[in-house]
């Protein structure tokens, strides 16, 4: 059986917007884009994504991904080429009401019924399916206690405004903290589990 891992960025404050650059995610006027750039994680995502063998994402964060690791160089040094050759090969699983195709080599449409979709990709054999980003589907996938782990990297940062991973009208969710530490740039790093009864 797979996993569903959701692994996010996010600020003490539980805002999970637009970490990766100013242009990622400007809905609402969101000015911080980029705002992890400034953290060291310590190796923890490049530990995280030698485990990873399928993407399940959103329409944005798909769209976002094909237009960076699906078009950079597969030869580039370091953790950015490992990761563009990685995230090349697997396959790639896409929610969405508004896309009728998928370019980026190994994706597919999950179609109209996304938590069915899902539980048939959790029943099948293999290792960790990756979520990224994604809020609406995060939020899906816990309506439906799809979700088998969160792994945060929590910020020493407070930004007061932005998409937020867990927001109001999130579905009730109990969960065990399984692992818990800091990095040097005081990142903590929880990874939490659905916890039963």
Do not use: C
């Amino acid at each position: 059986m797979s996993s569903i891992v959701v692994q996010s960025f996010v600020t003490l404050d539980g805002v999970v917007q637009g970490p990766g650059g100013p242009e990622e995610d400007v809905a609402g006027d969101f000015p911080y884009g980029g705002w992890q750039f400034d953290y060291d994680d310590d190796g923890t995502v490049e530990a995280w994504e030698k485990n990873t063998e399928a993407l399940l994402l959103g329409r944005r964060t798909y769209e976002l991904f094909a237009g960076s690791w699906g078009v950079w160089s597969e030869d580039e040094e370091g953790f950015q080429g490992e990761l563009t050759r990685r995230y090349n090969r697997i396959p790639k699983y896409v929610a969405s009401r508004t896309l009728s195709e998928v370019a980026w080599k190994n994706s597919y449409l999950l179609g109209p019924d996304v938590p069915a979709a899902v539980d048939r990709l959790r029943a099948e054999s293999g290792g960790e399916i990756r979520v990224w980003g994604s809020t609406e589907l995060v939020r899906t996938l816990a309506e439906h206690d799809q979700v088998d782990e969160y792994r945060l990297l929590v910020h020493p940062l407070v930004l007061g405004t932005g998409k937020k991973l867990f927001g109001d009208g999130f579905p009730y969710s109990r969960l065990a903290l399984v692992e818990s530490r800091s990095t040097s740039a005081g990142v903590v790093v929880n990874v939490y589990r659905r916890a039963r009864g």
